[in-house]
């Protein structure tokens, strides 16, 4: 079997939205394949524009650059869930744009990304919306009147937009400061967060990686250890999960999916990230193909490689200073360094990331 | 231990001259490092310009270009051989030129190679020098009058510049025919080529990934498998003399050497190229680094890491038309494609490569 007649050609080019380092990293993945990559990033600093063919700078909202930059490229992704609909929209009527709209409508606002979650059969942490300060009373007892969390519908990303409230009045205060719409969730009794990193293909074909392990640090990932520690029969749930996202959104592409594993053994949908994952970065050392590898096949309508895993790894996050240990890492015999060509270490900011690989273990 | 004081941090810049496909894939093993990459090329198509930070094009005899070159980047590297002499010079002037002018000395001409492997101990095949028709006469005579490959002494590349000669006349013919000061050399009763890809770190340390076995056609690269077959006192051999060559030129990066194996288990060294060579491209996928970033690590002065090799491989070069075979190799679960983004797919240009990984057989 080839790869189909519609696949691009190397030579081809595929444009980006966003200029950070998942857009560096599936530059990095997509030269070996032949094809060129054009990033659109809005941001002066742009650490995906060293290793792409092409930058364009320009607003998510600039509808005549967006026209120029389409007119540039064979098919568009994302590198970051948050694209306004208007620009996915605009492009999707000039580009196939993959994962696709559908995927960003979802994973945009937490309440439609939670009932969508539900309505294919799948388990999520108790909800109810909160788009004021009123409604959040409503729905903390609509939660049972139990401590939970108050998060903002969109926009919020590595714990940002988030507070633990006690009670009704926590809650409508927290929905109040951050003067938007709101979601409170409800504490579930929480064992450890895994995630998948898959990726379905033009064709349908659906590929996951194995699940991984994660532990943050003040919102942020911190780490992910693959293989994750999981009963065979909760592992294949997890794969069982990614695919049934996957066929419902009619993805095509790598998408994240964080699960919560409670103390009952049950898998549930924290959320979903329809892109390249940061828990997936460990596939860039210790699988036959990495997610960035995978995303680039997909988008660009090749066959999937099989996402198979050759070592045990242990993913750590760099934030901020933290890279400033680069020279203990560059002599570590086992590690592999990822970083992300920033000038300015701050505090919080994703520096780089470091790979350290174990022999095979077999273990689930 | 850590990466000595004097490694270039992150955000330093890597001067490479030549904008081929080696340097392509050093541009692209120097981003996960924090690396910067400024190419200098005369070509007006540098499939390393793509993935690097800057091009400066220009030519290796343009001193201004070239002394704006080393003020703009911290070391200097090369990816082919035939740097001339002066620009070599003028840049070890300026900034550290690695692995340095006296490995480009050796290599530039066939005569000087051979007479240095000999004087530090090491085989290689019967030779003559033959500067113009007359001398290839007497050097033929030298060789025992038996049949001989005439090859100029400098400047040739896959298997451009040779000619198999039977007799004197087709001897002075040859060179000749050339027009170039030549090499004789004696035909040894060859069993298979073989190539050690190793490098030397600033620190003195020697990594060398284990011997590949290589074929070629119509005088290009074709094949090459990792790991060669060969008895353990073999690839014990090879790797001696990879290490003997690598100290007594006091190198720093990778070196590519191509040694003959001759029906009584003698290695000779048919040539050495001091830069990351075709027949280490296998290390890409089958080994836990790569040649490209080992050749980074030391020109930068970090420590190597562990020439380690996890995966059988086979290495095909993608020749001219070859590449048209994308969509086949693309669907190949097992294959590894790396494609160097020329536009023009010309007869005897190296287009791609394709590793396919089997399981590590443990094998010599």
Not at 18 to 30: F, H, N, S, V
Not at 310 to 327: K, P, Y
Request: charged share 25%.
């Amino acid at each position: 079997m080839a790869a189909a007649p519609h696949a691009l050609p190397p030579g081809a080019t595929i444009g980006i939205l966003g200029g950070g380092q998942l857009g560096r990293m599936l530059a990095l993945a997509a030269a070996p394949l032949g094809l060129h990559v054009h990033i659109y990033a809005p941001d002066a600093e742009s650490p995906a524009a060293e290793t792409a063919a092409k930058l364009t700078r320009g607003g998510y909202d600039d509808e005549a650059m967006l026209r120029a930059f389409a007119a540039e490229v064979d098919v568009v992704t994302y590198e970051f869930e948050n694209v306004p609909a208007a620009c996915a929209a605009l492009l999707a009527g000039l580009k196939p744009v993959r994962p696709g709209v559908k995927a960003l409508e979802v994973a945009q606002d937490r309440v439609t990304e939670k009932s969508a979650m539900r309505a294919i059969g799948l388990g999520t942490a108790p909800f109810a919306k909160a788009d004021d300060a009123e409604e959040a009373r409503t729905a903390f007892a609509a939660l049972g009147g139990k401590p939970a969390i108050v998060k903002t519908r969109r926009l919020g990303y590595d714990g940002k937009g988030q507070a633990r409230v006690s009670d009704a009045d926590e809650a409508a205060a927290a929905v109040a400061r951050f003067g938007a719409p709101c979601i409170l969730e409800g504490l579930v009794s929480f064992e450890r967060e895994i995630s998948v990193v898959a990726a379905r293909g033009i064709d349908g074909r659906i590929e996951a990686f194995e699940p991984a392990e994660n532990t943050h640090e003040g919102g942020i990932l911190h780490r992910s250890v693959a293989p994750a520690r999981l009963k065979p029969q909760i592992a294949a749930e997890a794969w069982r999960i990614a695919g049934v996202i996957l066929e419902a959104l009619e993805y095509v592409g790598v998408i994240g999916v964080e699960l919560f594993l409670d103390k009952d053994g049950a898998l549930l949908v924290n959320e979903i990230a329809p892109r390249v994952h940061n828990s997936g970065h460990w596939t860039m050392d210790a699988c036959a193909v990495s997610q960035f590898e995978q995303h680039i096949r997909a988008v660009a309508g090749w066959p999937l490689k099989p996402a198979v895993r050759f070592a045990d790894c242990e993913m750590e996050n760099l934030i901020g200073d933290d890279v400033t240990r680069w020279r203990e890492i560059a002599a570590e015999p086992n590690a592999c360094l990822h970083l992300y060509g920033k000038s300015e270490a701050r505090p919080g900011r994703k520096m780089g990331h470091v790979n350290r690989l174990f022999p095979f273990s077999g273990r689930r």
